[in-house]
């Protein structure tokens, strides 16, 4: 069973940057995509950032730019480096693993982390 454990949120002014670090473990094999999902109050959970084992990345359009996700595979860490801040990027953001490809969908998320909270201030 996959565990994932989120840090980094805060509080940030429109325009700054914060990075979330996402740490793994309880598997022998490396999930095959891990994301960042962002949950706003009263909205649906959108999956903002994917990355697969292989590297390959994708975004949704709303943070190409400005977002960046990476993994440590030696440390079990993703990461998700966020620039340019604005209120709307504010919410709580979850990690999440997955055994299939494009892993932004919900559907395809097999474990779930916590949550770290984002605020962004104008």
């Known amino acids: 069973q996959v565990q994932l454990v989120e840090s980094g949120g805060g509080s940030v002014q429109a325009g700054g940057s914060l990075r979330l670090s996402c740490g793994a473990s309880g598997y022998t094999r490396s999930p095959y995509c891990m994301a960042w999902f962002r949950q706003a109050p009263g909205k649906e959970r959108e999956g903002v950032a994917e990355i697969r084992s292989d590297g390959l990345t994708s975004y949704v359009d709303s943070v190409k730019g400005r977002f960046t996700i990476s993994q440590d595979n030696a440390k079990k860490t993703i990461y998700l480096e966020m620039h340019s801040l604005n209120p709307e990027a504010a919410g709580m953001y979850f990690c999440?693993?997955?055994?299939?490809?494009?892993?932004?969908?919900?559907?395809?998320?097999?474990?779930w982390g916590q949550g770290t909270q984002v605020t962004v201030s104008s």
């Open positions: 999440a693993a997955s055994p299939f490809s494009g892993c932004r969908q919900q559907q395809s998320i097999a474990a």
